[in-house]
């Protein structure tokens, strides 16, 4: 240093600036002590006892680290593993805020594994829901989006025990994640999608329900049961138009929304033996969908094509699986089934004037002055005459461990 | 002027990070909307030509400043106003970065520190590096390019690989025409970044082969242009469209969405560092032309001297400029014709006077 023109007499000087750097720099506005943050591992928002005070009733699931991170607990009383507040207020972020006059610490959101709507919220809207979480840098919007159906509101949907996973919000997210990769049939939304697709118009978002009585949900003893009282379960897609929650799709319906948007992993499907109603369970393992759109006379088209394969699961049935022109049959009730299931759901999207397959863009896409033409008037007038053709080609690639079934009939 | 030599390899890897700076993190270009990418690659055509302005006049005046030769083409009095004019310009911009970085910070990840500890602490470091002499930034950059680059390797793998890119979201091409495209492009992306390099003019004089400027200064203009270009396309095919035009920072945001395995995820820290060097680098050269040009300018003994008060003055200036983000982002789109003056037309002017003079002077013989 001293040759880099610092002389030699400010020596002293220096070491006490490095000194004073040292202290200063290590320091940090906005250190969080670990022990005095509030987790926030799930958020409930029910609608609130008026139009304008109090528009929301908000509900935060923080985590109780000392029950979670398991070991002996000794003859201690067990403490449930996660507890809850609720405050009510206008807006997302001065109810969040509310709450510490009830929490221990600051409520802390990039853990938040799941965002529960009540239903009655989701009906008058939830367009102003989610501008407080894109802007705060806070908040993640990777976490899922579901709204809570039926009487139970969205704060008793978070707080039902369960005995598998100690917290109720993680054993949301992982039974959706579980339900979205097994069954394929309730596809779960990001926060970021709900954002995507509020702008655009149409929405879709995962239901959840209670299933059994929603009193004893919200208690560790509800977990001491075999057969737990109340459990969680993942139910149906909600359809919003504009923001407002419209109408619930299930079942076939529901499933066909995964095979359109291509988002379909594996799933499982029945098809008729002869007489026999649902008598064959094929895995449909691999899917893939494109959708593609033509403009005949300044009219779009829209081809919806599925790929699919699978295995036998379980004949219930004397067909000999073991003949490929067998197999072949099965392929085209397959092929059947699945463009019901597809077609079934636009019909249902169609009626409801809602472009949930965002089929908009597919068309920007494809000719841009056309949809200048048609943009205004598409959801409305436009998308509910569009020709949708579906073409589905499904392979059932094996029969598993047998090939005949032992039944005769 | 200071006796010291810059290498070709460390003016490419100033000039590269230079034209990072701020571009590749901020909303650019998205007014253009979906073809902001043909936008950016326009304007590095653009940005081309404006260094063949700024290499002839390199060329004829090799050994001096761009402060210097002003005042040989403009004549003592005019030349040393605009000259002057273009100190505080560089010092203007130098403060816009600091404070584009504590902005950043502040609303992205230190949500309690003051600006202003944030802007003391960078403009400190700024003006540490500058008092050790040019030389040492140069060689600083050079290190910090290869991280960048490492930075920006990583940045990119993660988010191809993350699935949530889709490429189709680009499209459809020129979707309101070419209109927006070259709105936008001219003169908005000419000036931010390519434009700026006017601020190597200073720094030219430095290298020690100056016969290789043309490869250093071509080789950054191209190789930016196509990475800005690029990132624009990755970050609008993860976001769309929609979420891009109303981001603030938008290849903040596009990163942040990875999540691998639910194991790599908040990658956000990658963005952040890669804005820290690049205004680091871009900041600090505007603060050394700044403070060289009034060295040259007031003729002063040792840029030295007045490093310190031109880096208060800077940081003063990141403060006080603007109240809010907003009028700071309105800002820059004033500062827009003062800098289509002073980046476009004073030196085109400056072309046209100088060979001029040549003509004459060839008469003259």
Known sequence: MSQRGIPMRHKPLMLIVVCVFVVLLSGCWDREELQQLSIVSGMAIDKGSDK???????????????????????????A???????????????TLRKISTKSPGELF??????????????KEGIEDLFDMIERDAQFRVLFPVLIARGHATAKETLEVTTSLEAIPS??????????EEDWGTYKSTRADQVVQGLKEGSVMVTGIKIDGETKSGNATTNTQQISPSAQIEIKGVALFKNGKLKNWLDGHAARGVTWVTNEMKRTVMNLNCGKKKEATAIEISRAKSSTHVTIKHQKPVIYITVHAEGAVLENNCSKDLGKSQVLGQLDEQLEEEIKQEVLLTVKKAQKQKSDIFNFGEQINMADKHVWKNIESSWEKDIFPETEVYVNVEAIIRRTG???KSYLNK | MEKAKLSVIQLFALMFIFEMGTALVVSYGTNAGKDAW?????????????????YFLFRQYPNLLFTGYIREIFGKYV?????LLYCLHFMYICGRNVRELGDLLVSSTLSETPLLAINLTLVLVMCY???????????????FFVILLLLGAGGNFFVLVSGDVDFYQIRPFLEHGWKPILTTAFPHLLIFPFGEMIAFTMLLPYLNRPKLVKRAWLGAVISSGLILSWMFVLNTSVLGIDVMQRSVFPTLTAVGKVNLFDFIERLDAIVVFTLLITVFFKASIYLYAAVIGITDLFKLNSYRQILFPIGTIVIFLSLAMASSFSEQGEEGFLVQYLSVALLIVIPLLMLVVSIIRNRFKKKMN
């Open chain 1, 52 to 78: 304008i005070k109090n528009r929301y009733r908000v509900t935060v699931q923080i985590i109780n680290p000392s029950q979670v991170s398991g070991g002996q607990q000794g003859g201690k009383v067990q």
């Open chain 2, 129 to 143: 590096v500058i008092h050790l002499g040019i030389e040492v930034v140069g060689r600083t950059a050079e290190v």
């Open chain 2, 38 to 54: 043909l936008s950016i690659l326009l304007v590095m055509c653009g940005g081309i030509v404006l260094f063949y302005i700024f």
């Open chain 2, 79 to 83: 030349g040393w106003i605009v000259g």
């Open chain 1, 401 to 403: 461990m047998t090939t």
């Open chain 1, 80 to 94: 449930s593993p996660v507890t809850t507040f609720t405050e009510t207020g206008s807006t997302l972020a001065e």
């Open chain 1, 170 to 179: 993680a054993k949301i997210g992982d039974a959706l994640k579980t339900s």
């Open chain 1, 109 to 122: 959101f990039p853990h938040l594994q799941v965002l529960v709507i009540g239903e009655k919220v989701a």
